[in-house]
Protein backbone atom coordinates (compact mmCIF):
# COMPACT_ATOMS: atom_id res chain seq x y z
CA UNK A 1 0.00 0.00 0.00
CA UNK A 2 1.25 3.39 -0.86
CA UNK A 3 1.86 6.49 1.46
CA UNK A 4 -0.73 9.57 1.16
CA UNK A 5 -0.48 12.77 1.97
CA UNK A 6 -3.69 14.60 2.75
CA UNK A 7 -4.93 18.26 3.43
CA UNK A 8 -8.16 19.81 4.81
CA UNK A 9 -10.50 19.33 1.67
CA UNK A 10 -10.73 15.67 1.34
CA UNK A 11 -10.77 14.81 5.48
CA UNK A 12 -13.48 17.20 5.46
CA UNK A 13 -15.72 15.59 2.48
CA UNK A 14 -14.88 12.31 2.87
CA UNK A 15 -16.02 13.04 6.83
CA UNK A 16 -19.20 14.63 5.62
CA UNK A 17 -20.59 11.34 3.25
CA UNK A 18 -19.35 9.01 6.19
CA UNK A 19 -16.54 7.55 4.10
CA UNK A 20 -13.48 8.74 5.97
CA UNK A 21 -12.72 4.96 7.27
CA UNK A 22 -11.68 3.85 3.26
CA UNK A 23 -8.74 5.93 3.33
CA UNK A 24 -6.74 3.61 5.30
CA UNK A 25 -8.32 0.62 3.74
CA UNK A 26 -7.04 1.79 0.08
CA UNK A 27 -3.87 3.86 1.01
CA UNK A 28 -2.62 2.07 4.26
CA UNK A 29 -0.76 4.75 5.17
CA UNK A 30 -2.40 8.02 5.53
CA UNK A 31 -0.48 11.19 6.80
CA UNK A 32 -1.37 15.01 7.56
CA UNK A 33 1.22 17.82 8.33
CA UNK A 34 0.67 19.89 11.05
CA UNK A 35 -1.19 23.08 9.46
CA UNK A 36 -4.23 20.49 8.19
CA UNK A 37 -4.59 19.96 11.88
CA UNK A 38 -4.78 23.50 13.11
CA UNK A 39 -7.31 24.23 10.14
CA UNK A 40 -9.70 21.10 11.25
CA UNK A 41 -9.56 22.59 14.77
CA UNK A 42 -10.53 25.99 14.15
CA UNK A 43 -13.29 25.14 11.64
CA UNK A 44 -14.07 22.62 14.09
CA UNK A 45 -17.18 24.37 15.80
CA UNK A 46 -17.91 26.62 12.42
CA UNK A 47 -18.28 23.45 10.11
CA UNK A 48 -19.79 20.51 12.57
CA UNK A 49 -16.02 18.87 12.20
CA UNK A 50 -16.55 15.08 13.62
CA UNK A 51 -13.90 14.02 15.77
CA UNK A 52 -13.42 11.19 13.84
CA UNK A 53 -10.74 13.95 11.62
CA UNK A 54 -9.05 14.94 14.63
CA UNK A 55 -8.59 11.79 16.45
CA UNK A 56 -8.25 8.60 14.15
CA UNK A 57 -5.76 6.45 15.15
CA UNK A 58 -4.71 5.46 11.46
CA UNK A 59 -4.61 9.25 10.80
CA UNK A 60 -0.62 10.35 11.00
CA UNK A 61 -0.01 13.90 11.73
CA UNK A 62 3.56 15.12 11.22
CA UNK A 63 5.48 18.60 11.04
CA UNK A 64 5.11 20.45 8.38
CA UNK A 65 7.83 20.44 5.97
CA UNK A 66 11.07 22.65 6.57
CA UNK A 67 11.34 25.77 3.85
CA UNK A 68 7.79 25.54 3.29
CA UNK A 69 7.17 28.83 1.53
CA UNK A 70 3.53 30.01 1.89
CA UNK A 71 1.42 30.42 -1.30
CA UNK A 72 -1.31 33.34 -0.80
CA UNK A 73 -3.36 31.68 -3.33
CA UNK A 74 -3.07 28.57 -1.02
CA UNK A 75 -3.98 27.80 2.66
CA UNK A 76 -1.49 26.72 5.05
CA UNK A 77 -2.48 23.48 5.55
CA UNK A 78 -2.80 22.47 1.40
CA UNK A 79 0.83 24.32 1.43
CA UNK A 80 2.15 21.88 3.89
CA UNK A 81 0.93 18.46 1.87
CA UNK A 82 1.75 19.37 -1.65
CA UNK A 83 5.90 20.60 0.30
CA UNK A 84 5.59 17.64 2.21
CA UNK A 85 4.91 14.90 -1.06
CA UNK A 86 6.96 16.71 -2.96
CA UNK A 87 10.14 16.23 -0.52
CA UNK A 88 9.54 12.51 0.06
CA UNK A 89 9.81 9.92 -2.54
CA UNK A 90 6.66 7.33 -3.09
CA UNK A 91 3.74 10.10 -1.43
CA UNK A 92 0.93 10.55 -3.22
CA UNK A 93 -0.31 13.83 -2.93
CA UNK A 94 -4.44 14.05 -2.16
CA UNK A 95 -5.63 16.51 -5.03
CA UNK A 96 -6.71 13.51 -6.42
CA UNK A 97 -7.67 11.51 -3.51
CA UNK A 98 -11.62 11.81 -3.76
CA UNK A 99 -11.58 10.43 -6.99
CA UNK A 100 -9.26 7.56 -6.34
CA UNK A 101 -10.91 6.87 -3.51
CA UNK A 102 -14.40 6.84 -5.80
CA UNK A 103 -12.74 4.11 -8.49
CA UNK A 104 -11.05 1.98 -6.14
CA UNK A 105 -14.48 2.08 -4.43
CA UNK A 106 -16.58 1.20 -7.43
CA UNK A 107 -14.03 -1.18 -8.61
CA UNK A 108 -14.10 -3.51 -5.70
CA UNK A 109 -17.29 -3.22 -4.67
CA UNK A 110 -16.55 -1.54 -0.67
Known amino acids: MK ?9 L ?35 GISERIICSEWLETT ?16 TAAITLALQRTGFRMSNSLIRTVKERVRNSGA
Do not use: W
Not at 63 to 77: I, V
Open 13 to 47: VLDRIDCLHLLPRLFGHVIRPQSVVDEIKAGHNKY
Open 63 to 78: DDPPGMALRPELGAGE
Open 3 to 11: TVVVNTSPL
